[in-house]
Antibody
């Protein structure tokens, strides 16, 4: 069965970086884009960007340009999202999600990771 | 960016009630509209894609309709497990954007 398993919760100080992993199983990792979405406490959903696991190509929301990096290691079916220069308002649950359609960046996410809570606090 | 506006932001309903949630896009998005259900502490779950296509395993009491800027999610007979927050999301263009959510609570 399809699973996306994310790394555990993190506590970071302002100005630091965090790297969250997302290990995929049960489907063709290279065939489906991985998107990252975050949700601040009690708030809605905010799209951050995607990575194409086949080519390594990426596309980011303008808000995160220059601060986010998305990478992959196809040998272990894992995608990564790294966010730098953390601020208190980056405190959120970060989700990875795979696209429903093959080889499409369009965000229709049929499977999600369990979420990773990142807390930014001094 | 395309703005997605849901209404209401919350509602109270009883088991067995028919519930309708609306979502309006700030421009036409054809039928590129998805609905997600999220329960506390859990990841969102895709219920409906392309405005009206029910995902595998989703009960038939859920239905979606609409095109252009206006869409609806209907739960024909609310069940205890349906109490959750529902989000619409456009996949017409990048960046994908979400509605603010509708929290369905028990009356």
């Amino acid at each position: 069965q399809v699973q996306l398993v994310q790394s555990g919760a993190e506590v970071k100080k302002p100005g630091a970086s965090v790297k969250v992993s997302c290990k995929a199983s049960g489907y063709t990792f290279m065939g489906h884009y991985i998107h990252w979405v975050r949700q601040a406490p009690g708030q809605g959903l905010e799209w951050m960007g995607w990575i194409n696991p086949n080519s390594g190509g990426t596309n980011f929301a303008q808000k995160f340009q220059g601060r986010v990096t998305m990478t992959k290691d196809a040998s272990i079916n894992t995608a990564y999202m790294e966010l730098s220069s953390l601020r208190s308002d980056d405190t959120a649950v970060y989700y990875c999600a795979k696209t429903y359609y093959y080889a499409s960046g369009r965000f229709e996410a049929d499977y999600w990771g369990q979420g990773t809570l990142v807390t930014v606090s001094s | 960016d395309i703005q997605m506006t849901q209404s209401p932001s919350s509602l109270s309903a009883s088991v067995g009630d028919r519930v309708t949630i609306t979502c309006r896009a700030s421009q036409s998005i054809d039928i590129y509209l998805n609905w997600y259900q999220q329960k506390p502490g859990k990841a969102p779950k895709l219920l409906i894609s392309a405005a009206s296509t029910l995902q595998s395993g989703v009960p038939s009491r859920f239905s979606g309709s609409g095109s252009g800027p206006d869409f609806t999610l209907t739960i024909s007979s609310l069940q205890p497990e349906d109490f959750a927050t529902y989000f619409c999301q456009q996949s017409y263009t990048s960046p994908p954007t979400f509605g603010q959510g509708t929290k369905v609570e028990i009356k």
